[in-house]
């Protein structure tokens, strides 16, 4: 059952990521953004990291998502994009961009690189008490430093959205 389930869950977070990438509409692209997020938090869940799936749910799929469609209906993209059309060096930009990564995925796929086995001990991953333990310990200074850098954008963002109210 659970092979079942992750290549379901896979093949829905490659078909809605390919989704998101070729539609035009962003909302739509939001969407299957969000569609391709709870594909992901899934197939967490069958990782045995359920909190890290919740997580994933909760703040991507939902509090930046919907920041995301706000700010899309706001800003009333609709009529923009149907005006603006890539230009000639943003066109070879992103040809020469998409070549690279196409590289890097044919030298990773070629590499034949695959993950070790997990053993029992790996199974506690994606606990709550073990991604604690591991932020307050190992990665506390990177924690912190994300949380100033977190409060420095709080504080910007409510300070240009004061100067645009004068």
Known sequence: MIPIL?????AVAIASGIMMIVHRNPIYCALFLILTLFAVAGLFVLLNAPF????????????????F???IML???????????????LRILSIVVSGVLFAELVLFLRSGTTNPPLVEGD???GSTKEIGNLLFTEYLLPFEIT???????IIGSVILAKLKLK
């Not at 009333?76 to 059309?85: F, G, I, N, P, Y």
């Open 6 to 10: 992750f290549f379901l869950f896979a």
């Open 52 to 67: 890290i799936a919740a997580v994933h749910i909760i703040v991507y799929a939902g509090a930046i998502m919907v920041l």
């Open 69 to 71: 469609l706000f700010v």
């Open 75 to 89: 800003l009333d993209l609709k009529s923009e994009t149907s005006r603006q059309r890539p230009g000639g060096l």
């Open 123 to 125: 199974l506690k991953i």
């Open 147 to 153: 949380s100033v850098l977190l409060l420095s954008a």
